[in-house]
């Protein structure tokens, strides 16, 4: 079972199907270098075994749930563009990154 409180960021607890790094492990340029950032795929992945894990009602990301495009400590609105934390730009899924 995956955990998704244990990484350096949640999308780590799966492993990439891109780059082929271990659950973990940072995503790697073909080149062997560490990525900048991590590969979309494996964030797909890790949204699917998180909504299997915990339902499709839960959120693992302050980009969903009802404080969305807020700020955790105020609640005030964040200057974000709107596509960012529209609820019709965001995927069905709950997205973890």
Do not use: Y
Request: hydrophobic share 35%.
């Amino acid at each position: 079972m995956a955990d998704f409180t244990i990484h350096r960021h949640p999308v780590q607890a799966v492993p990439c199907p891109d780059c082929r790094a271990a659950a973990g492990v940072w995503c790697r340029r073909p080149s062997g270098h560490r990525a900048a950032g991590l590969h979309l795929a494996r964030g797909i992945k890790a949204d699917r075994v998180f909504i299997d894990q915990h339902g499709p009602d839960a959120s693992g990301h302050p980009r969903c749930g009802p404080l969305a495009g807020r700020s955790a400590r105020s609640g005030q609105r964040l200057n974000m563009p709107s596509s960012i934390i529209s609820s019709d730009a965001m995927p069905p899924e709950i997205s973890l990154w």
